[in-house]
């Protein structure tokens, strides 16, 4: 019987998606694991892949529709099943022309499953957790030759990227479905099946240049019809969850504000250290450009685990304390902000930091980071810096407690050691959730940033 394909929640905040593009059409041939479309959530363009196979029957939502979780979007069933004129599935008195054969082979036997199409009515059951284990019959089947491998939309890009072939993968996600860990575990053993035409670096190593020239690359401004007095926009999801969220901030959540400044001469003189040292050791460019944000990641860790008070999140009826420290950092993409994660950040080199940073802050702005990639921080970092921003107060990510503002280093005349100098100092802002954190405990923690980037030997002590 024929199966409809729901809106699915492909974010834990998701409640609407807007239907980017179908990478489907009616009338092909599909199997389970298939890319059906491309979505649009509140944070980024996820893939809305089939959960049975079969034939797309119908597009019930347009390209550029925007409709609530839940909401059908198309039909998949068997080649010639009548479907009802509206967005159910039913009988319907004229038949749909029987599509042409499909010409991918492997798609046939998977769709004559029986237990692959679930009743009519009744949505896709949702994916086992991924600690499930694959059962052996999965596991063989997802490394025969020949064989249709399931695998996650992403561990699929993935693998693309990086020329490994699927099949000689061992499957740990449902029902043997290879997911993002599994191509971690096998990289060093998969041969690839061809070479990248660049050198295409694993999750976590991009291309530096890319995203040094995507920071400097400012937003499209709106265009304005010529003759026009205004334009009206539609907002995006983005845009949708970003006035949500702020609402929820900044008016229920009792904020103070903590400013501190820096002197940023040891640990800029450290940060050229360990650039020059990178060039010479490459004999061309350095190949991990360790930033000041890298540097105040770190730093942020660090002091956060000498003060586990202010790494914590407003439950409201508890307080949760996390002994797990992931830290986000704001990125500004083209229609607002989305906060990418550094995960157990205090456990992580400067150059693991400065690696994944780049790597997370570039698909952030191609919209193509995993909901897990922007969820589940317990503190942020919003560096305004590289815009020539001296000072400003940043607003608090709920459910966390805290949220620290950084601006931009420059050169001022202050007293050093008994006369006056030009040092190069830097201006921390801290807001605070006062039902959390009291002024003093910010304070404390600000002290020990600080003293960390004044002396960065106490970031490896």
Known sequence: ????????????????????????????????????????????????????????LRQTVKAGQTVPVSTPVAVIGAPGEAVAAGNGVGADTAKRPAPQPAQDAAAKPAA???????????????????????????????????????????????AAERGLDLHGVQGSGPEGRVVLRDLERAAPTVAPTRPPARPTPAPGLPAPAAAESAKTAPPPAPVVPAG????????????????????????????????????????SEAREALLEGDRRASGSGAEVKVSFNDILIKAVATALRQHPACN????????????????????AIEDGLITPVIRHADQKTLREIAVEARDLAARARARRLAPDEYTGATFSVSNLGMLDIEEFTAVINPPEAAILAVGRISRKAVEHEGQMALRRRMRLTMSCDHRVIDGATGARFLQTLKGMLENPLALVW
Request: hydrophobic fraction near 45%.
């Open 112 to 158: 004559q499953k029986p237990a692959a199409t679930p009743a009519a009515s009744t949505p896709p059951a949702p994916p086992l957790p991924s600690a499930a284990q694959p059962s052996p019959a999965a596991s063989a089947l997802s490394s025969a030759p020949g064989a249709r491998v399931k695998a996650s939309p992403l561990a699929r890009r993935i």
């Open 312 to 331: 914590a999140w407003w439950q409201e009826d508890h307080i949760r304390y996390w002994a797990e420290i992931h830290v986000g950092m704001a990125v």
């Open 228 to 267: 026009a007095p205004y334009a009206d926009l539609p907002l995006t999801q983005l845009r949708k969850t970003i006035a949500r969220r702020l609402v929820q901030s900044i008016g229920p959540i009792p904020t103070f504000y903590l400013t501190s400044e820096a002197d940023m001469e040891r640990v």
């Open 1 to 56: 019987m024929a199966t409809q394909v729901v809106m699915e929640a492909l974010s834990p905040t998701m409640e609407e998606g807007r239907l980017v593009e179908w990478k489907k059409q009616e009338g092909e041939q599909v199997a389970a694991g298939d890319v059906l479309a491309e979505v649009e959530t509140d944070k980024a363009v996820m893939e809305l892949v089939a959960r049975v196979s079969g034939v797309l």
